[in-house]
């Protein structure tokens, strides 16, 4: 079982930044890529940003320039730096994460956190 926990999130005006921060826990062996998702009310889930072992990161095209996805100095945190927020960035942002456990021989998982909401509005 591995376990996602968010933190940050809030409320901001346009133009604003927020951080969120998402660090996993459990049974790892290893971590091969974490990511943020969002879901805005009436509409799919979509990825934000991602960011693998190897420290590639990939951004949707909305926010390429404005978010930063980064890893901490444990491979098991990943942070998301919000800049310019805009009030079509409102959400709950959800982190994501794939790997293995630590299981012989090791299992793959995939997990969620439970979400944080971000909203921007003036």
């Known amino acids: 079982q591995v376990e996602l926990v968010e933190s940050g999130g809030g409320l901001v005006q346009p133009g604003g930044s927020l951080s969120l921060s998402c660090e996993a826990s459990?049974?790892?062996?290893?971590?091969?890529?974490m990511g943020w998702y969002r879901q805005a009310p009436g509409k799919e889930r979509e990825l934000v940003a991602s960011?693998?072992?190897?420290?590639?990161?990939n951004y949707a095209d909305s926010v390429k320039g404005r978010f930063i996805i980064s890893r901490g100095m444990t491979e098991k945190t990943v942070y998301l730096q919000m800049y310019s927020l805009k009030p079509e960035d409102t959400a709950v942002y959800y982190c994501?994460?794939?790997?293995?456990?630590?299981?012989?021989?090791?299992?793959?998982?995939?997990?969620w956190g439970q979400g944080t909401q971000v909203t921007v509005q003036g």
């Open positions: 459990g049974n790892i062996y290893t971590i091969n890529l």
């Open positions: 960011v693998n072992s190897g420290g590639s990161t």
């Open positions: 994501n994460s794939i790997g293995y456990q630590a299981t012989q021989p090791p299992r793959p998982y995939y997990s």
